[in-house]
């Protein structure tokens, strides 16, 4: 699969010899992002336009997610697999899309207003604070995989020794917002 400047999507099955237009995707903006995870399965993103999944090799699209989800445009893309990404931007932008519940937010909270995590890079012990109670902690590692859980009536830290020297991601629950925020563990 390529993505092609105000042409589209294309794909080839014979090693690029030839190509089969397969159109645009939602808006005339090509993906910048296109993963497959076998023949039929496949995801792409383009800038701060959209996030689609296809189930039936590229033919047709369901468009996710077709707003900006912050002012700025989407640098970078990480997808395990059609159903848990992670989309990231300028200003800390990071934002974990699943189709099992986690989901992309349309509205994003400037960095200065939402929690702050310390030390990072982290060693054994990564703390947090914030202006609200957190509840509820849950690491992820960039390919969306959930490895650790940690429930409380007000957290503010969370013990990551255990974790392989790497870049993670933490999400903070409030109860009724939640906030993703990388950190690395040296």
């Known amino acids: 699969f390529i993505s092609i400047y105000n042409e589209g999507l ?3 099955s014979d090693g690029g010899i030839t190509w089969q237009s397969l159109g645009q995707i939602g808006t005339n903006v090509p993906p910048a992002y296109i993963k497959f995870t076998d023949t039929q399965q496949g995801v792409a993103c383009s800038g701060d336009y959209f996030v ?6 590229g033919e047709t699209w369901n468009i996710l997610v077709d707003t900006p989800p912050q002012a700025g445009f989407i640098s970078n893309y990480f997808f395990a697999n059609k159903d848990h990404g992670w989309l990231a931007g300028p200003y800390g932008l990071i934002k ?8 992309v937010e349309d509205e994003t909270q400037p960095v200065s207003d939402g929690p702050v995590i310390y030390p990072n890079p982290v060693g054994d012990m990564l703390g947090f604070t914030f202006g609200e109670e957190i509840i509820q902690a849950k690491i992820y590692n960039i390919q969306g995989k959930r490895l650790k859980t940690v429930h409380g009536s007000v957290l503010t830290t969370i013990p990551v020794q255990a974790l392989t020297p790497g870049i993670y991601i933490l999400n903070l629950s409030t109860g009724s917002r939640e906030y993703f925020l990388r950190f690395i563990k040296h």
């Open 10 to 12: 294309a794909k080839t």
């Open 52 to 57: 689609a999944v296809t189930h039936n090799g």
């Open 96 to 103: 974990a899309y699943s189709s099992v519940g986690l989901g």
